[in-house]
């Protein structure tokens, strides 16, 4: 309508702290999902040592857990960093994280269908994917609200700012660069990952530690 003005971003840190409360909670249930649903390879009634030791040595069941639990745990640490220098919201902060809580709640499913489908593409394929498409999100969102100080706290550094934009990047490349690999030796695809898995461990150690 003529002579309305579309709302503006206001200072609102209630506000955001419901928006991350709200995300950490998703977040926490997607993680929980993951190990709900782990289970036990079906075995015979009685099994023999050998075959429950056999069941248990299946490490790629394993793996798909480990790797998703870390990934989205990438993902909540770097919301709750970043959500700690957000002090306003708008509508497009909104609706941008509930896209990528969207994806965060999907990582269970393809996980699922990582370990079901052991070594088949098209598994290994949606598992990267979905990674990927949560990283770019999260990225896009990040970017969106620390451009040009748009809802970030104006006296945050920009070196640090850009720091942050440049770390967001990492996850999604890394799971876009392994779709090339999971296509042609999808058995080789979780090595790539690893990469990922390195880099958040290097980062986390080097990160400043605050003052006491």
Known sequence: MAGVEAPRAVRDEEGVSRLAAFSDAVFAIAMTILVLDLRPPP??????????????????????????????????????????????????LVWLNLLLLLGVTFVPFATAVFEDYEGARPAVLVYAATLAAVGLVWAALWRYAAGGHRL???????????????QAWVPPLVFLASLPVAWLAPEWAPLVWLLLLAQALVGELRRPRPAA
């Open 43 to 92: 075995l015979p009634t009685h099994p023999s040592d050998r075959a429950v030791w056999h069941a248990l040595a299946l490490w790629h069941d394993y793996a798909g857990f480990v790797i998703s639990f870390l990934v989205v745990g990438s993902y909540w640490a770097a919301h709750h960093r970043a959500f700690r220098h957000v002090v306003r919201w708008d509508g497009a």
């Open 152 to 166: 970030v706290a104006p006296d945050l550094p920009t070196a640090a700012l850009r720091g942050m934009t440049r």
